[in-house]
């Protein structure tokens, strides 16, 4: 079995649900944005370490990404062909567009990087001039429409790839409906440490991480894994946004096995944990 123990206080929860006593929290739509650049000759990764006090997910280094604001549904671009990326993510074209959005404002939110410019052919090469609308997009009083609208710009679709989709396991609390995205970092743009939810970011190699995690030195969950471990292949950002991607939703579930609580795995995901 490719299973991950949990913790002793999983056990009744999974019983509850498997005996219908307990109905699991329907999940979250939400978007991830991998980051991507070169740095001498080698493919390199965006990564923030999510603060103790998140109450998902504490200490796990994560990619920026977060949960689609019903306000992402206001941007509409004449011409973006929405049903395309629905087709890709198994969704209907108001939510592929939805989640789009939520992957270019939370990329600007969490890491300063601005996935728009003044056409469809170009891009914001500083987003410091940015910062009161990204601190207006943190506090909900601005929308992305709204900002980009106001500065005149552009969302720029076409740099994001779609790379992944995971659903938290329904033994979880708080469930998410996650699509992953790749991009690479605009030429001109830095990412930074900006994000209320993170007290630290690095930017590094998808192979320098996995061992870190082997040698415990970093946390990450499943998705962050296998997204790292598909990444190995690649040796620049090039080759990354040219690849084809092909993949599957996967959904990790939680059963009892001899009296003790797993999480069972997709393969890809569990010889990364020794499971």
Request: with cysteine; aromatic share 8%.
């Amino acid at each position: 079995m490719n299973g991950l123990r949990l913790p002793e206080e999983f056990l009744e929860r999974i019983q509850d649900y498997e005996a219908g006593r307990r109905q699991p929290p329907v999940p979250r739509h939400a978007s991830t944005v991998v980051l991507l650049r070169d740095r001498d000759g080698c493919l390199e990764v965006f990564m923030l370490r999510r603060v103790s006090s998140m109450a998902f997910a504490p200490g796990a280094y994560v990619f920026p990404g977060g949960g689609v604001d019903p306000r992402d549904s206001e941007y509409d671009q004449p011409g973006a062909d929405w049903e395309a990326w629905g087709g890709v993510f198994g969704a209907d074209a108001r939510l592929a567009r939805e989640l789009v959005c939520a992957a270019v404002r939370e990329t600007f939110e969490e890491a300063h990087v601005l996935l728009a410019g003044p056409s469809s052919d170009e891009i914001v090469e500083d987003t410091a001039p940015f910062e009161a609308d990204r601190l207006a997009l943190l506090d909900r009083s601005q929308s992305l429409a709204g900002m980009l609208e106001k500065h005149g710009l552009v969302l720029r679709a076409d740099l994001l790839r779609p790379w992944g989709h995971w659903i938290t396991p329904t033994v979880e609390t708080k469930r998410y409906d996650t699509r992953f995205f790749v991009a690479a970092l605009p030429e001109g743009q830095r990412a930074l440490d900006v994000s209320t939810e993170a007290d630290t970011v690095v930017w590094i190699r998808p192979q320098d991480a996995l061992a870190q995690v082997k040698a415990g030195e970093m946390f990450m969950l499943p998705p962050t894994l296998t997204t790292l471990n598909d990444l190995l292949p690649f040796g620049s950002v090039a080759e990354v946004l040219a690849h084809e991607r092909k993949f599957t939703v996967h959904e990790p579930t939680a059963k009892v096995v001899d009296g003790v609580p797993y999480l069972v795995l997709p393969e890809e995901a569990a010889h990364r944990y020794g499971a």
